[in-house]
């Protein structure tokens, strides 16, 4: 490996790779955006897909397809409706959360309105059920449905599970499966259902998205108290909004009568005053929960490095290998 080569990020060498790929994906998008009767889908949605994103998960789909000797283009209309899926549930998050600030730049709830963010985010929805159609595989309509499915049941219930102190471990794996792991698992498997590969390398496939996903939000989580520039996000948003996330979950277990009742005023009941955040990260330096989520992230990164190892040899498997320590050396 050349020092070029190890200077570059794990997703910039995978997406210098599949070049071609994202380029014509980046085309089918921009094709399928199109409105010829309501110019504000294109607007909103171009305002989110020209953002700068890394598109992981479209790179997902690609990658696992080409890892699996796909030669067809149907991934490039997989890839798409991945990245269409993940565009809808971020227009819908920004108006659940009453979000002003996606990727470091004003969200389109906050530019354009909610209503309009509801509605090209339905649509999204359905442009990527199209696309998922014309592949003509049940199989593949199955597996991104059923992941549609859960994101939106994940949400719902992270609505109900994030402000309620009751809240264990095992919800909060429950709610980011579901709102972010779906569409990894989802993202990689169908590239081995297309590609018709053995059903031992498509559930390594699975099994390889649902780690990453997991540890994927697992570090998302954290920046929001270690901060990243990667999140444009500022620290504490978080705790602003009321979320229960990990290394609090594993905060509050932790707690005495006076740090619970500190997290029932702030988290439960919003009553939040000037340097309960400066507070909140002193329990959760206290408790050591900031660095047990990250251990709880590497061993998830580890578990989909496993389940690659599965896989044959192939230069896009290493790759995801290096992409999964990757997504957690962004805490360090």
């Given at each position: 490996?050349?020092?070029?080569?190890?200077?570059?990020?794990?997703?910039?060498?995978?997406a210098e790779h599949?070049?071609?790929?994202?380029?014509?994906v980046?085309?089918?998008?921009k094709?399928r955006?199109?409105?010829?009767?309501?110019?504000?889908?294109?607007?909103?949605?171009?305002?989110?897909?020209?953002?700068?994103?890394?598109?992981?998960r479209?790179?997902?789909?690609?990658?696992?397809?080409?890892?699996?000797?796909?030669?067809?283009?149907d991934h490039?209309?997989?890839?798409?409706?991945?990245?269409f899926?993940?565009t809808?549930?971020?227009?819908?998050?920004?108006?659940?959360?009453?979000s002003?600030?996606?990727?470091?730049?004003?969200?389109?709830?906050?530019?354009?309105?909610?209503?309009?963010?509801v509605l090209?985010?339905?649509?999204?929805?359905?442009?990527?059920f199209?696309?998922?159609?014309?592949?003509?595989?049940?199989?593949?309509?199955?597996?991104?449905?059923?992941?549609?499915?859960?994101?939106?049941?994940?949400?719902?219930?992270?609505?109900?599970?994030?402000?309620?102190?009751?809240?264990?471990e095992?919800i909060?794996?429950?709610v980011?499966?579901?709102?972010?792991?779906a569409l990894?698992?989802?993202?990689t498997?169908?590239?081995?259902?297309?590609?018709g590969?053995p059903?031992?390398?498509?559930k390594?496939?699975?099994?390889?998205g649902?780690?990453?996903?997991?540890?994927?939000?697992?570090?998302?989580?954290?920046?929001?108290?270690?901060?990243s520039?990667?999140?444009?996000?500022?620290?504490?948003?978080?705790f602003r909004?009321?979320?229960?996330?990990?290394?609090?979950?594993?905060?509050?277990?932790?707690?005495?009568?006076?740090?619970?009742?500190?997290?029932?005023?702030?988290?439960?009941?919003?009553?939040?005053?000037d340097?309960d955040?400066?507070h909140?990260?002193?329990?959760?330096?206290?408790?050591?929960?900031?660095e047990?989520a990250?251990?709880d992230?590497?061993?998830?990164?580890?578990?989909?490095?496993?389940?690659?190892?599965r896989?044959?040899?192939?230069?896009?498997?290493?790759?995801l290998?290096?992409?999964?320590?990757?997504?957690?050396?962004?805490?360090n």
């Amino acid at each position: 490996m050349s020092l070029d080569t190890a200077s570059r990020k794990p997703h910039e060498r995978l997406a210098e790779h599949l070049s071609d790929d994202l380029a014509a994906v980046g085309t089918l998008i921009k094709a399928r955006m199109a409105s010829k009767h309501a110019p504000r889908i294109p607007e909103v949605t171009a305002h989110l897909v020209d953002a700068g994103g890394k598109r992981l998960r479209p790179m997902l789909t690609l990658a696992s397809a080409r890892m699996c000797g796909y030669t067809g283009d149907d991934h490039v209309k997989l890839a798409a409706t991945v990245e269409f899926i993940h565009t809808a549930t971020l227009l819908h998050d920004d108006v659940v959360d009453e979000s002003a600030q996606r990727r470091g730049r004003p969200t389109a709830n906050l530019l354009w309105d909610n209503k309009s963010s509801v509605l090209v985010g339905d649509y999204l929805f359905a442009r990527s059920f199209q696309l998922m159609v014309e592949t003509g595989s049940l199989r593949v309509l199955d597996i991104l449905s059923n992941a549609a499915a859960t994101i939106a049941e994940g949400e719902v219930l992270q609505l109900s599970a994030a402000q309620n102190l009751a809240t264990d471990e095992d919800i909060y794996l429950q709610v980011i499966r579901g709102k972010t792991a779906a569409l990894f698992s989802a993202a990689t498997e169908v590239g081995g259902v297309i590609a018709g590969r053995p059903e031992e390398d498509v559930k390594a496939l699975f099994d390889y998205g649902d780690a990453l996903g997991v540890s994927f939000q697992m570090v998302d989580d954290l920046l929001d108290y270690w901060g990243s520039e990667a999140t444009g996000k500022n620290i504490g948003d978080d705790f602003r909004e009321r979320k229960l996330t990990l290394p609090v979950i594993k905060a509050v277990a932790m707690a005495d009568e006076t740090e619970r009742a500190f997290w029932k005023r702030t988290i439960e009941k919003g009553k939040q005053e000037d340097g309960d955040l400066e507070h909140a990260l002193e329990l959760l330096n206290k408790h050591g929960t900031l660095e047990a989520a990250r251990r709880d992230a590497l061993d998830y990164a580890q578990k989909a490095r496993a389940a690659l190892s599965r896989l044959p040899a192939h230069p896009i498997r290493d790759m995801l290998d290096d992409l999964a320590d990757y997504v957690v050396a962004r805490v360090n």
